[in-house]
């Protein structure tokens, strides 16, 4: 994510027009035993201190249920600025995208 997020700052932000961008990750069929947790943590501090404005919004898009609850208690551990920027959907989120 670091190499894409550089290469995004780098080479497609335009100031005074392109600031900041959006990330979509699709996690059809992931279970939540294969949620790399570790990772994820990693990404978020990572983000977080290099790239916190940069980034708009992460949504993730295809949760199962037990991942969307994991999702929900590890959001008592963010701030509400990282928490408005992190959105989750299951199934539903053509409407959204669209």
Do not use: C
């Not at 609850?69 to 199934?91: C, H, M, P, Y």
């Amino acid at each position: 994510m670091d190499l894409i997020f550089g290469h995004a700052v780098q080479n497609a932000m335009v100031p005074g027009k392109i600031e900041q961008f959006s990330v979509i990750v699709d996690a059809k069929n992931l279970k939540v035993w294969e949620t790399p947790v570790k990772h994820l943590v990693y990404y978020q501090i990572h983000g977080s201190a290099f790239y916190r404005h940069r980034l708009y919004m992460l949504k993730l898009v295809n949760l199962s249920w037990p991942v969307r609850a994991a999702i929900k208690f590890f959001r008592n551990f963010l701030d509400e600025f990282q928490t408005q920027q992190f959105v989750e959907f299951g199934s539903d989120f053509t409407d959204v995208l669209l």
